[in-house]
């Protein structure tokens, strides 16, 4: 719900989230609607124009101020006021339909962008002509990897209380070290977003085992803009890691629930449902209901809402299913974690502005990283080794015959996007990929020839000298980096 200035709601405007499309939208996009239409609201307040006065100049003043107004100075990047558009342009279509209101945002018809070959049909989605008040910058996202040793630096600097020497920083913690390694391992390890890796229960990890990649299930009610789950792998060392947080001896997840039973939380959350049995083959709970007796619920239909409501007894109390628990015991957010990078970044930059930084200031270190920019590491990563295997198939092929076998089995981009999650291969294509794409197969094959991690590294290495978009770690003078080693 939206107050205005004056302490009071404009039913009308909070009637927007609770009709229409908006009312089947998921949570995060609620929230950053929300947030686009408090800034609007808020704008059209200080210029003296009431929300269903706008106009088409309006929105375009309001689009200089967000981007390159001097006398703002909290402005955006373009990526960030073209969600602000759709957004506005969202709402002003509804308000339209339902109150008579006009739109202001200026929009553009769907056509075509040029005439497609036959074979490429497939990849093409229906385009939208170019947007007039979309910004020019908006289309080409900031992409950015990390080397996989540069993430491990940062996680364990960032994390886990390590110094660029490798040694433990004094007065160390390491309250929440176990479960913040484990997580961002998950993340680098599996590309699933940040609400979807946030989202998921302990009957949906696997037990690890000799498989280095252990299939999971994604549930359709925490996929993003998914129709149906999708399955998704885990490394082995991912599962460990996860164990090791999960250890009832050991682990830092049983110690901060036994202090929520203690404390008697758990008993004092409302909406609580307690669940008494778990089908794999069927991927369903059985919940208490009101009768007493269990109810079979599949895992598809519960969304991350009602997956922190989930809960088992246990000889000592109740105990969450939700993995990833906050210190007092109850379930984390997903977007609790945007937090746990911006800390991490804090402290990696404050390390490297005591020891290694040269004198220059925090704000200077090179060494960061956001939750997205894992994601987009694992994506770059099998691009790599999946441009290696795609070349092994087609060697020795005629052009016909490469063409059928893409037809039978699909080509990278369908093979990527499957393991991203994505509905079209054209997505991962576009903005994902974009800047990698450029390099030569016979290229990518030299650099893959050696130990697969290596080859991926080398490969970031030099495209990050031409465009600036990877995140390499941080070498002091004389450090070496081994196996087992801390990377430096």
């Known amino acids: 719900m939206l107050i205005g200035p004056g302490g009071w709601p404009d039913p009308r405007i909070n009637l927007y989230f609770r009709t229409g499309p908006m009312a089947e939208a998921r949570p995060g996009t609620w929230r950053r609607y929300a947030y686009a239409l408090v800034v609007w609201l808020d704008y059209l307040q200080v210029v003296g124009r009431g929300w269903e006065e706008a106009t088409v100049g309006d929105v375009e003043a309001f689009k200089e101020w967000r981007l390159t107004s001097l006398d703002n100075a909290g402005r955006v990047q373009p990526t960030s006021f073209d969600t602000d558009r759709s957004a506005l342009n969202s709402f002003y279509s509804w308000a339209g339909q339902r109150y008579g209101v006009a739109n202001p945002v200026a929009t553009a018809g769907v056509g075509t962008r040029h005439r497609a070959r036959p074979h490429e049909i497939a990849l093409r989605r229906p385009s939208v002509g170019r947007d007039p008040l979309r910004p020019a910058g908006s289309t080409r996202r900031q992409v950015k990897w990390m080397l996989r040793s540069a993430f491990e630096q940062w996680r364990n600097i960032g994390l886990c209380g390590y110094g660029f020497d490798g040694l433990r920083r004094p007065g160390w913690r390491g309250i929440n070290e176990d479960r913040d390694a484990a997580f961002v391992d998950g993340l680098y ?283 390499q770690p941080i070498t002091t003078t004389g450090a070496t980096t081994g196996t087992g080693e801390l990377s430096r």
Not at 224 to 236: D, E, S, V
């Open 189 to 471: 390890g599996t590309g699933l977003r940040l609400a979807e890796w946030a989202a998921v229960l302990d009957v949906e990890i696997p037990t690890p085992g000799a498989a280095r990649f252990a299939p999971a299930h994604l549930s359709v009610a925490c996929l993003k803009g998914g129709k149906t789950g999708r399955t998704y792998r885990i490394p082995r060392s991912v599962l460990q890691a996860v164990a090791a947080y999960t250890d009832p001896a050991e682990g830092s997840r049983a110690e901060v629930v036994r202090r929520a039973q203690r404390a008697g939380r758990y008993q004092q959350l409302s909406g609580l449902r307690v669940v008494t049995g778990y089908r794999p083959q069927t991927r369903r709970l059985l919940i208490e209901g009101p009768g007493g007796g269990p109810v079979p619920v599949s895992l598809d239909v519960l969304g991350p809402d009602e997956r922190r409501r989930l809960f088992r007894r246990t000889p000592d109390g109740l105990a969450p299913l939700w993995v990833w628990l906050a210190p007092n015991g109850l379930p984390k957010k997903p977007y609790g974690w945007e937090d746990t990078f911006d800390h991490a970044n804090h402290r990696v930059a404050r390390v490297w502005a005591e020891t290694v930084g040269d004198g220059k200031d925090a704000d200077e270190c090179p060494l960061w990283a956001r939750p997205h920019m894992l994601r987009h590491s694992f994506c770059l990563k099998w691009y790599s080794i999946l441009s290696a295997v795609w070349r092994t198939r087609v060697t020795g092929l005629s052009e016909e015959e490469t063409r059928d076998l893409r037809d039978q089995l699909g080509d990278i981009w369908y093979q990527l996007a499957t393991l991203m999650g994505h509905a079209h291969p054209m997505t991962t294509r576009d903005i994902y990929l974009e800047p990698f794409a450029g390099l030569e197969i016979d290229y990518l094959m030299a650099m893959l020839d050696e130990e697969e991690t290596l080859g991926v590294d080398a490969l970031l290495r030099t495209l990050a000298h031409h465009g600036g978009r990877t995140v």
